[in-house]
């Protein structure tokens, strides 16, 4: 990771973050990860795509933040935004399966295809925990680092006086979610969609039309689930 990857933010996303870059946490996941590379492992996503949900979705355009937890661990999937996978990727992974059959039954919406590009550019904020893993082992880059910086980023969205939908499914996400205490802000919050959890209060919890309402009441465009 570049000590200048902070340049390569959108302008207001920049303006918060650049002094996290310049932290002991930085730096030393800056040593993990090219120690990593030294080692020859295949890191995840491509480092082109570490920032992905930033640079897709400048500050100002932040309508809705959904948290996920670290990138899918199977090559070629992840490019940066949680839950999402590459075009071309199939089958659709097993939560993002279980996300969309919530979605038909909340809004009678259909997709097929497993990138969600087209919701951060409406403003959906695809944000994961941890912003890398080790191809092939889950979680394998926890507490390395990245969770301060995303903790930052929960923290300069809460702050902001417009508002926000938080979706945080499951356990960890609610935890990492906790700091949200701005009451300008919705935070919807269920069981996990994974194949483990979905059954347990995610199906029939309706988040998509519950979003849709609220950015609607707040005079905001809502969000074509579709894509």
């Known amino acids: 990771m570049s000590p200048d990857i902070a340049q390569e933010?959108?302008?207001?996303?920049?303006?918060?973050?650049?002094?996290?870059?310049?932290?002991?946490?930085?730096?030393?996941?800056?040593?993990?990860?090219?120690?990593?590379?030294e080692q020859e492992k295949l890191i995840l996503p491509h480092s082109s795509s570490w920032f992905n949900a930033l640079t897709a979705t400048d500050l100002d355009q932040v309508k809705v933040v959904i948290l996920g937890q670290d990138p899918?661990?199977?090559?070629?999937?992840?490019?940066?935004?949680?839950?999402?996978?590459?075009?071309?990727?199939?089958?659709?992974?097993?939560?993002?399966?279980n996300i969309y059959k919530e979605l038909e039954d909340d809004l009678g919406i259909v997709n097929t295809n497993g990138n969600l590009q087209s919701w951060a550019d409406q403003g959906v904020l695809l944000l994961n925990s941890v912003?890398?893993?080790?191809a092939g082992k889950a979680n394998s880059h926890q507490g390395q680092g990245w969770e301060q910086?995303?903790?930052?980023?929960?923290?300069?969205?809460?702050?902001?006086?417009?508002?926000?939908?938080?979706?945080?499914?499951?356990?960890?996400?609610?935890?990492?979610?906790?700091?949200?205490?701005?009451?300008?802000?919705?935070?919807?919050?269920?069981?996990?969609?994974?194949?483990?959890?979905?059954?347990?209060g995610f199906f029939g919890s309706k988040p998509f039309s519950k979003v849709n309402k609220f950015l609607t009441e707040k005079g905001k465009e809502p969000i074509n689930w579709k894509v």
């Open 131 to 134: 912003l890398t893993v080790e």
């Open 72 to 97: 899918y661990p199977t090559p070629g999937h992840a490019h940066g935004l949680c839950f999402s996978v590459m075009p071309e990727v199939k089958p659709i992974p097993k939560s993002l399966v």
């Open 9 to 37: 933010l959108p302008p207001l996303w920049k303006s918060h973050l650049a002094a996290e870059f310049e932290k002991n946490y930085m730096q030393s996941l800056r040593t993990f990860l090219r120690g990593e590379k």
């Open 149 to 200: 910086l995303t903790d930052r980023i929960i923290e300069v969205l809460n702050e902001q006086s417009c508002p926000v939908v938080f979706i945080l499914w499951g356990a960890y996400a609610q935890k990492k979610g906790s700091i949200v205490n701005n009451p300008q802000h919705l935070v919807i919050r269920s069981p996990h969609p994974s194949p483990l959890s979905a059954y347990r």
